[in-house]
């Protein structure tokens, strides 16, 4: 699975009916007056709607962000279907989306089909959205619990059953942990949240966790399911000893796990997810890749990284410009702290700042 997946993590409104075409008129359909796009960035004047589709985790920062790209650029318009990482990469590759927002980076297959849209330059991933993959938990009176990464892979492959396992109560000696049965909530859909999830289990937990990398949840596991992050929160917050995984900003109130990295356990936060990223190793095409089996202090390693992914070059310079002004304010200081308000993730670092501007304000036209 690792092989095929290029600059994967090793070990960030429904318009479906819309009648769109190629990723320069589709999903990115504008009546810009705009004057042409520049090597320095978006032109001033930017105006015409620009829709991508993808992680759900991306949801609330990308609230923050379609709602304040508007005070920079009052006539654009984005929309954004949260519809799971992997339907946005589809819908990407299909013309429906102008950008996809995936919690994973195009494989090696996607990549090569996206030059059918994009052109032989083909697409490139900006990290937009870093955030913790908490492991939370519904179970009355506790709010914190610690786990290594065997236990996690242990309760999640069904293996440990009740609350009160040894395996968890001998790492939890201050909690009285109940004997009420632990139940498993995952993702029903394609979910890059899943892969960043299950990619940690592989390499942190490989003799319990024998299911590799995967987008869609095995199905040999006995579990409950759910759609979108929305729906695992949501399932989980009405079941008594629930269980999940969860980008970290949408589980509101419930008990999270803090996982054992080196000689001490480590609480999820966006301060030690930046840790996780600022060690990654670039990876292709603007990824990164991870190391999940660290054991550096104060470093969470169930990190996710979520990308906007864009066309080199688009079909027209409409698109081009929309695609060019939404991604530079994403990424620019005033667009992370609002995410970071709205969504509590991990503001992304200068370095890669500087890193994705340059790949956005070259994005240009085919032809």
């Not at 040894?166 to 004997?179: C, F, H, K, M, R």
């Not at 997810?273 to 603007?286: L, R, S």
């Not at 969470?300 to 990284?305: F, S, T």
Request: proline share 4%; with cysteine.
């Amino acid at each position: 699975m690792k092989a095929l997946r290029i600059g994967r993590y090793a070990a960030v409104l429904s318009v479906a009916a819309l009648a769109l075409t190629a990723c320069g008129g589709n999903g990115g359909s504008t009546e810009s007056s705009a004057p042409a796009g520049s090597e320095s960035g978006a032109p001033a004047e930017v105006s015409g709607t620009l829709i991508g589709g993808g992680a759900s985790s991306q949801e609330s920062a990308m609230t923050a962000w379609t709602n304040g790209v508007t005070e920079v650029h009052p006539d654009l318009t984005v929309q954004y279907d949260p519809v799971g990482s992997g339907s946005g990469r589809e819908g990407f590759l299909a013309g429906q989306y102008s950008f996809a927002g995936s919690d994973a980076a195009m494989d090696e297959e996607e990549m090569a089909s996206a030059e059918e849209i994009c052109g032989p330059e083909g697409v490139f991933h900006v990290p937009s959205y870093i955030s913790p993959v908490a492991v939370a938990f519904n179970l009355e009176g506790v709010d914190q619990v610690n786990m290594d990464a065997e236990t996690i892979a242990q309760v999640f492959t069904g293996e440990i059953t009740t609350w009160n396992d040894p395996a968890i109560a001998d790492q939890n000696p201050d909690a009285e942990l109940p004997d009420t049965d632990i139940t498993v909530v995952h993702r029903a859909d394609d979910s890059g949240t899943t892969e960043n999830f299950t990619d940690y289990l592989t390499a942190a937990a490989p003799e319990s966790w024998t299911y590799d990398v995967v987008e869609t949840w095995p199905s040999e596991i006995t579990a409950e399911s759910a759609q979108q992050t929305s729906g695992v929160v949501s399932l989980a917050q009405s079941t008594d000893g629930a269980i999940t995984y969860a980008d970290a900003s949408q589980i509101g109130e419930l008990g999270t796990v803090a996982v054992q990295v080196g000689e001490e356990y480590v609480p999820y936060s966006a301060d030690a997810a930046a840790a996780a990223v600022e060690k990654a190793a670039p990876g292709e095409a603007g990824a990164v890749e991870l190391d999940r089996t660290t054991t550096e202090a104060g470093v969470y390693p169930i990190v996710l990284v979520s990308y906007h992914i864009f066309c080199n070059q688009y079909q027209d310079q409409e698109t081009a410009d929309t695609a060019k002004a939404f991604g530079e304010y994403v990424v620019s200081e005033e667009g992370q702290t609002a995410a970071e308000s709205s969504a509590g993730n991990a503001p992304i670092s200068e370095a890669t700042r500087e890193a994705a501007l340059e790949s956005i304000q070259a994005i240009s036209v085919q032809g």
